[in-house]
């Protein structure tokens, strides 16, 4: 309102003073002075309705409509026509000109289709620019694919549009492209969805590879948490069935880094599952090939015996834990353990670090542990029946030994003494877990390890 006010209060100032000199002194201004004058006072004027003008239409029509601001684009343009107009008829009109606005028209007619032509492309762009400007189709962070380039939008010129891709390089499109070529826009925060392709053997039941891989990609870092990943069957090939993987991303310059990380999980996964990577096969073997021999297993015996709690177990016993052992690779940020599932194993870690974390209130998680070789987890819902207290992340590369219910029933059989160390591990974790989940613990730990105790023995029916 200002920006009308200020100049409207001018002007009537400016009014009244060449009105009173009209009255007192009408001999003041000669004829000249007084025709400039009145310009002046028209030209303060015009200012007052071009400002007028432009606040109706984009600070309440405009905004009532469309519901945002108006582009600042469309203001300077129509100010610019309108001051146009006004120059014209006051420079006709008041300062007298017979003829002479008709010429000054016709003039600027005439080098306006010269600067017209001679601007030609940069006028479409300036176009161009200003039909983005209203319509909006995308906004600054916005992803956009144009001529096969993703990159996100980092500035909407009159001329231009820039975008920055992956990269970290810059592309420039001047805005008549923008506007005329198809434009595929992945907005910020929006769920855009993506599509990967990933190979997998046909001896393979689709449904274990399905159920494995959504797993894994739903863990991942920046695959939206809204929307459930979908794994499918996507066709079948010459060697291998084509698995489409479905995910949803908020920010899509984030694909590539997804899709490296998926199709890294996938590596381990296979790997775990002992599932070979489908390749073409060409050629035809026909001559018999020895199986090569097995490879030499790492020294698992050894971190057996730095694992505190099996101390009490004799040789055999370790020996037997270490056999029946499943030996599992997982990749740096995978997660083995979700909390809520139900679990009836407990790893041992052989290699590499993991986080125990639970989720905080305010939507993060929280790290209540960080397990190094020779640790165990898993154990809680193991031996209780209970689901998983807390989610198991691997912080780097982790190889770990799976020791599953059976194994260990036969040696609670024999070891009271492990169930005792084992329920006072677990009191003491959680313990922990209620600390962190600011739930207040009923018991003292020598209850709670006595209360986990007898669970044990019940669900292992121990005496
Ligand atoms: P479980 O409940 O089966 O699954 C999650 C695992 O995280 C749990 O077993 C423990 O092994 C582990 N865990 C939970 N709390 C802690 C803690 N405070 N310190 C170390 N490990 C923990």
Redo the contacts with the bound molecule.
């Keep these: 309102m200002k920006r009308i006010t200020l100049p409207l209060t001018i002007s009537v100032v400016l009014l009244l003073a060449y009105g009173a000199v009209r009255l007192f002194l009408p001999n003041l201004l000669g004829e000249a002075a007084d025709k400039y004058v009145r310009a002046v006072l028209l030209l303060g004027f015009s200012v007052v309705v071009v400002r007028a003008v432009s606040f109706v239409l984009f600070d309440i029509v405009f905004q009532k409509r469309k519901g945002r601001e108006a582009p600042a684009l469309l203001r300077v343009l129509l100010s610019t026509v309108l001051y146009s107009i006004f120059i014209v008829v006051i420079y006709k009109v008041v300062l007298g000109d017979k003829g002479g606005g008709l010429e000054l028209i016709a003039t600027s007619t005439v080098v306006s289709v010269v600067i017209g032509l001679a601007l030609q492309d940069t006028l479409g762009n300036f176009f161009a620019g200003l039909a983005i400007h209203i319509e909006q189709p995308f906004h600054i962070l916005d992803s956009i694919k144009i001529d096969n380039m993703i990159g996100r939008v980092e500035a909407v010129s009159w001329r231009t549009t820039t975008i920055r891709t992956n990269n970290n390089t810059t592309v420039i499109f001047p805005n008549s492209r923008v506007a005329r070529d198809p434009l595929e826009v992945f907005r910020f925060n929006n769920l855009n969805r993506h599509i990967l392709l990933v190979p997998a053997p046909y001896d393979i039941p689709p449904q274990k590879v399905i159920s494995s891989i959504r797993d894994a990609v739903a863990s991942i870092q920046n695959v939206a948490s809204e929307k459930t990943p979908i794994v499918r069957i996507g066709s079948f090939a010459d060697s291998s069935i084509i698995y489409e993987i479905l995910y949803w991303t908020k920010d899509y310059m984030w694909v590539p880094d997804i899709d490296a990380q998926i199709r890294q999980h996938v590596w381990y996964i296979y790997r775990r599952s002992e599932i070979d990577i489908p390749f073409p096969v060409r050629h035809v073997l026909l001559e018999q090939q020895e199986r090569p021999a097995r490879r030499e297993l790492p020294d698992y015996g050894s971190v057996i015996e730095s694992v505190e709690i099996f101390a009490p177990l004799s040789a055999d016993e370790k020996h037997a834990v270490v056999r029946s052992a499943v030996r599992s690779v997982f990749a740096p940020g995978e997660l083995i353990?979700r909390?809520g599932e139900a679990?009836d194993s407990?790893?041992v870690l052989y290699r590499g670090n993991v986080e125990?974390r639970?989720p905080s209130r305010d939507g993060n998680v929280q790290q209540?542990?960080e397990?190094k070789p020779g640790?165990?987890?898993?154990?809680?819902?193991?031996?209780?029946g209970?689901?998983?207290?807390?989610?198991?992340v691997t912080l780097s590369e982790v190889e770990t030994l799976e020791i599953r219910k059976a194994v260990l029933q036969e040696i609670l059989d024999n070891n009271e003494e492990l169930a005792g160390a084992l329920s006072r591990i677990?009191a003491?974790?959680?313990?922990?877990?209620d600390e962190?989940s600011k739930t207040m613990p009923e018991q003292d730990r020598q209850e709670k390890a006595k209360n986990i105790l007898r669970r044990i023995k019940r669900f292992f029916s121990l005496n």
């Design positions: 353990l909390r679990g407990m790893f125990v639970l209540v542990a397990l640790s165990f987890f898993g154990e809680m819902a193991l031996l209780t209970e689901p998983r207290n807390a989610d198991v677990i003491e974790r959680q313990m922990r877990l962190y």
